[in-house]
């Protein structure tokens, strides 16, 4: 038995492309790593709800629940902490 496609459930990549997307928000997000770890606030909370938003854009291309879940939680917690402060 040959499994020519790793990921069968997987929709078709169109337009933009998923996979800029990915990468856009991947670099967004390490930005936002990067600010965190130099103590640039709050453009560090900016990078990563412009790279949230960005994934779970994603999850909505791929039709993939867990992604746009675990990306709504995190823009909850990120934007309590940031009116919290």
Do not use: C, E
């Not at 291309?61 to 867990?66: E, S, T």
């Not at 879940?69 to 309590?80: D, K």
């Amino acid at each position: 038995m040959t499994i020519t496609d790793p990921t069968p459930d997987m929709p078709a990549r169109k337009g933009m492309g998923v996979d800029t997307v990915k990468w856009i928000a991947t670099a967004i997000q390490l930005v936002g790593y990067g600010l965190t770890g130099a103590g640039i606030t709050p453009w560090n909370v900016w990078a990563f709800f412009v790279g949230i938003i960005l994934w779970f854009a994603v999850g909505m291309m791929w039709k993939d629940k867990a992604i746009m879940v675990v990306h709504v939680g995190a823009f909850i917690s990120l934007l309590i902490g940031y009116l919290n402060t």
